[in-house]
């Protein structure tokens, strides 16, 4: 990460608005559009005062439309600009499915790369709030197996800018998560233009008993479980994915194969999704040191009700983490070959 050295207290919307602003300043062929970001500045304010600052031509408001949208993205982003769209929730993402899939993720393939898909897609995912069956959900799993297509999620405000500014710098289509659980988290970010790498894990936190990997609310709910952990004498390590496609698998694997004890913490449901992938990947590469199976915290299988009540039992919390650590340090373990 490079920047200013001074830092400063900041919510993540305030990081990602601040990218988005150093981003238009720094890139004249970058544009914004999306449904109510331009006066109203979002429905969760991350494009506030923009509008104001760069004008409608730059700060563009839309129909009811995901397909308009992305297509006009996937379109301009040929020509040579550089669209950062929001989409309002994940779920509708389903509403713009071919435009990102058959159009952006295959656009540098399909033309050789005479053509760019230098674009990104704003979304706010993941549950925990009572939003119910359409504007909960955790979508990662419904883009993983795209080749072409770039996925970031960052967990803290310092992270959010660094990675939303690396993707707007990116020459490959970026599906970018926002975890609505997170928006109001507060961090030290710096000041400044700084970029954080796409495709890179963070060690959130050192241990040497069992490796966590977790991504977006997961990681906070993870360095809380450490912390109680820690009080029991067990030394947890914590990765923080970031970038869930392509992940940083090095990371992961060298972790787990200090540590012989690995915990997928994942709110999307069990099936098909990053849970599967990771243990698949941990389960492969890392069997002669792992010491146990490897255990996996996830949703349940089941869309996300209104009810909070009904909700919290749907969504991983931090003692389901914690749980399944114990698990992984006191379930039958067979000697390292």
């Not at 490079?2 to 602003?21: F, I, Q």
């Not at 769209?85 to 499915?97: P, Q, R, S």
């Not at 419904?142 to 405000?157: C, E, R, T």
């Not at 993707?167 to 609505?180: C, G, Q």
């Given at each position: 990460m490079?920047g200013d050295s001074?830092v400063?207290?900041?919510t993540?919307?305030?990081?990602?608005?601040?990218a988005?602003?150093?981003g238009?300043?720094?890139f004249p062929?970058?544009?914004?559009?999306?449904e109510d970001i331009g006066e109203?500045g979002?429905d969760?304010?991350v494009?506030?005062k923009?509008?104001a600052k760069?004008?409608e031509?730059?700060?563009?408001?839309?129909p009811?439309?995901e397909a308009a949208?992305i297509?006009?993205?996937?379109?301009?982003?040929m020509?040579?600009?550089?669209p950062?769209?929001?989409?309002m929730?994940?779920?509708?993402l389903g509403?713009?499915?071919?435009?990102?899939?058959?159009n952006a993720a295959?656009?540098?393939y399909?033309?050789?790369?005479q053509f760019k898909?230098s674009?990104?897609i704003?979304?706010?995912?993941g549950?925990?709030?009572?939003g119910?069956?359409?504007?909960?959900?955790?979508?990662?799993?419904?883009?993983?197996?795209v080749?072409?297509l770039?996925?970031?999620?960052?967990?803290n405000?310092?992270?959010?800018k660094g990675?939303?500014l690396?993707?707007?710098?990116s020459?490959?289509?970026?599906?970018?998560?926002?975890?609505?659980?997170l928006?109001?988290?507060k961090?030290?970010?710096p000041?400044?233009?700084?970029t954080t790498?796409?495709?890179?894990?963070?060690?959130?936190?050192?241990?040497?008993?069992?490796?966590?990997?977790?991504?977006?609310?997961?990681?906070?709910?993870a360095l809380?479980?450490?912390e109680?952990?820690?009080e029991?004498?067990?030394?947890?390590e914590?990765i923080?994915?970031?970038?869930?496609?392509?992940?940083?698998a090095?990371?992961?694997?060298?972790s787990?194969?200090?540590t012989?004890?690995a915990?997928?913490?994942n709110?999307?449901p069990a099936?098909?999704?990053?849970?599967?992938?990771?243990s698949?990947?941990?389960?492969?590469d890392?069997?002669?040191e792992?010491l146990?199976?490897v255990v996996?915290?996830d949703?349940l299988d089941t869309?996300?009700?209104?009810?909070?009540?009904?909700e919290?039992?749907?969504?991983p919390?931090?003692?389901r983490?914690?749980?399944?650590?114990?698990q992984a340090m006191?379930?039958?373990?067979r000697?390292?070959?």
């Amino acid at each position: 990460m490079t920047g200013d050295s001074k830092v400063k207290k900041r919510t993540m919307v305030k990081a990602l608005n601040e990218a988005l602003d150093l981003g238009m300043e720094a890139f004249p062929e970058m544009f914004l559009i999306g449904e109510d970001i331009g006066e109203m500045g979002g429905d969760f304010g991350v494009t506030r005062k923009l509008w104001a600052k760069y004008g409608e031509d730059r700060v563009r408001d839309t129909p009811l439309s995901e397909a308009a949208i992305i297509g006009a993205c996937v379109g301009s982003a040929m020509v040579g600009m550089r669209p950062v769209a929001e989409i309002m929730f994940a779920d509708f993402l389903g509403e713009c499915y071919d435009q990102i899939v058959n159009n952006a993720a295959k656009l540098h393939y399909m033309f050789d790369g005479q053509f760019k898909a230098s674009l990104v897609i704003r979304t706010a995912c993941g549950g925990g709030f009572g939003g119910g069956p359409h504007h909960s959900q955790s979508v990662e799993g419904w883009f993983l197996n795209v080749p072409g297509l770039v996925i970031v999620a960052p967990s803290n405000p310092v992270d959010a800018k660094g990675l939303l500014l690396a993707s707007i710098e990116s020459d490959d289509p970026v599906l970018f998560l926002e975890h609505k659980a997170l928006y109001r988290a507060k961090g030290e970010v710096p000041e400044g233009y700084y970029t954080t790498p796409l495709g890179t894990a963070a060690v959130a936190r050192q241990g040497t008993d069992v490796t966590v990997v977790a991504t977006m609310r997961m990681v906070p709910m993870a360095l809380e479980a450490a912390e109680v952990l820690a009080e029991e004498g067990v030394s947890v390590e914590v990765i923080d994915l970031r970038t869930i496609r392509p992940y940083d698998a090095d990371t992961v694997v060298d972790s787990v194969r200090r540590t012989g004890r690995a915990v997928v913490a994942n709110e999307a449901p069990a099936v098909g999704g990053l849970g599967s992938e990771l243990s698949a990947r941990i389960s492969q590469d890392c069997f002669h040191e792992l010491l146990g199976p490897v255990v996996r915290v996830d949703g349940l299988d089941t869309p996300i009700p209104f009810s909070v009540e009904l909700e919290l039992l749907v969504l991983p919390e931090a003692d389901r983490v914690i749980a399944a650590i114990r698990q992984a340090m006191t379930q039958p373990t067979r000697g390292r070959q």
